[in-house]
């Protein structure tokens, strides 16, 4: 029987390469973004890509800045497709936010989308898990939540608190049948920043979601994408020295 997943942030980025790998492997499928129209294109493209009349393809225009409505706004879409194994928390921004030059307002939206938004989205995902007896909670983090970036101090603590709430999410919910799963891709090449080909080992969407999917699909606790050169560097993350940093940012 084909499973269904639920992903947020699903018109762009590394949410539609997701989309479209768990397409690719069978799945029915909830798709949520703020641009509706994009969803439309999406699911269009899924179904000329991958055709299977039996597929569910239900889409919702979800602004995750808008927490308290993150729930109302994602239960039709639960009931729309029935049980749900999988929802992957994904929307989030970046921007370069250098400290001390007028960035507030914009450090708290990244804050507000990537941790606030976030954890409304997981509220509503668990809740509905728990309702069902089962599921498994996937978190799109960052290598950037282990690692201090120049310019990118908010995001850095949006995805370091983020990934925080996962690993509780994940010892409290052990017991009630609910699986956790974080991910932490690094570079990787999507219009959220841009020139981001110049970082090092950046690879493309479509690779983050292929080895995203298949670390999910064994229900891993934890992962990073890629895994080479990630998996064997991760230990060094917090230690890089500072100018390698500069010379990047």
Request: positive net charge; hydrophobic residues 50%.
């Amino acid at each position: 029987m084909s499973k269904t997943v639920l992903i947020t942030g699903a018109s762009s980025g590394i949410g539609r390469a997701l989309a479209l790998e768990f397409a690719a492997r069978g799945y029915h499928l909830g798709l949520a973004a703020r641009r509706l129209d994009l969803l439309a294109q999406l699911r269009a493209e899924v179904q000329t890509q991958h055709p299977d009349p039996a597929r569910r393809i239900a889409i919702v225009a979800l602004d995750v800045d808008q927490p308290e409505a993150v729930a109302s706004t994602l239960r039709p879409l639960f009931e729309a497709l029935g049980k749900v194994d999988i929802v992957v928390v994904n929307a989030g921004v970046n921007r370069f936010t250098p400290i001390g030059r007028g960035k507030l307002l914009e450090q708290a939206q990244v804050i507000q989308t990537n941790l606030i938004g976030a954890i409304a989205t997981a509220e509503a995902a668990v809740e509905h898990f728990l309702g069902q007896g089962a599921g498994q909670l996937v978190g799109v983090s960052s290598l950037a939540s282990l690692q201090a970036i120049p310019k990118q101090g908010a995001y850095c603590a949006s995805k370091a608190g983020f990934s925080m709430y996962l690993d509780a999410a994940r010892i409290e919910l052990k017991r009630k049948n609910i699986a956790v799963c974080q991910i932490l891709p690094g570079f990787v090449l999507t219009d959220i920043v841009p020139k981001m080909e110049k970082y090092p080992f950046a690879v493309s969407a479509a690779q983050a979601a292929r080895e995203s999917v298949s670390l999910i699909e064994k229900r891993k606790e934890f992962g990073v994408v890629p895994a080479y050169p990630w998996r064997w560097l991760r230990p060094f993350f917090g230690h890089i020295p500072d100018a390698l940093w500069r010379k990047l940012a």
